[in-house]
């Protein structure tokens, strides 16, 4: 039972170009998240999808676009890279549907560690 | 002012030791609280949920949830150097979870 995989777990870029990052579960959760986690500033939420085809804006969305592609995968993308997203991200995933009091149960995908230069 | 707000520590403990990890949130429409635990360049892993006031306990780890004062804690008994990492407060409300910064813990041998 993989969890949530996530891919790619390293990558460099240029300011300027364009990445996605994947996020597949095998849980048959129905919630799923993005993080970015940063030094001194812990686990920002950028999107989150709260049931297969919704998406919803978190704490950090500027820069970042997302897609539901299914139940299982939920993907983030980069139009235009920048040197402050040079950041560790966090795909997460939860069993419940949104707007339930312990939505807070995550499963986590291992981290990509992205460097814009 | 971050709506879980956590010491980042370090706090350092003898080996054998109780760790106490505090955390303090601001949005009372809260529900849910949970402590996770992230081993250095690792991912974190849930390791408690409480959802009402008091204490939950589970083998040497013990969360403990105050409401009225917005506190929620998280005890760890017989503290071993493999309990060393960041514990991560978080916060669970409508459709998102909020986290802290985290404390680091190193526990002495």
């Known amino acids: 039972n993989a969890g949530v995989t996530q891919t790619p777990k390293f990558q460099v870029l240029k300011t300027g170009q364009s990445m996605t990052l994947q996020c597949a579960q095998d849980m048959n959760h129905n919630s799923m998240y993005w993080y970015r986690q940063d030094p001194g500033m812990g686990l920002r939420l950028i999107y989150y999808s709260a049931s297969e085809g919704t998406t919803d804006k978190g704490e950090v ?45 995550l499963f986590f995908g291992e981290g990509s560690r992205l460097t814009v230069l | 002012q971050k709506e879980v707000e956590q010491n980042s520590g370090p706090l350092s403990v003898p080996e054998g030791a109780i760790a106490s990890l505090n955390c303090t949130y601001s949005d009372r429409g809260s529900q849910s609280f949970f402590w996770y635990r992230q081993y250095s360049g690792k991912s974190p892993e849930l390791i408690m949920s409480i959802y009402s006031n008091g204490d939950k306990e589970d083998g040497r780890f013990t969360a403990q949830l105050n409401k009225a004062s917005q506190y929620v804690s998280l005890l760890i008994r ?32």
């Open chain 1, 61 to 105: 969305p500027n820069g970042y676009n997302v897609s539901r592609l299914n139940k299982r995968e939920f993907s983030l993308r980069l139009e235009s890279a920048a040197p402050s997203q040079t950041s560790v991200y966090f795909c997460a995933s939860s069993a419940l549907a949104g707007g339930l009091s312990n939505t807070g149960e």
């Open chain 2, 78 to 109: 017989d503290s071993q150097p493999s309990d060393s990492a960041t514990y991560l407060c978080a916060s669970g409300g409508y459709q998102k979870v909020t986290f802290g910064i985290g404390t680091k813990l190193q526990v002495i041998p």
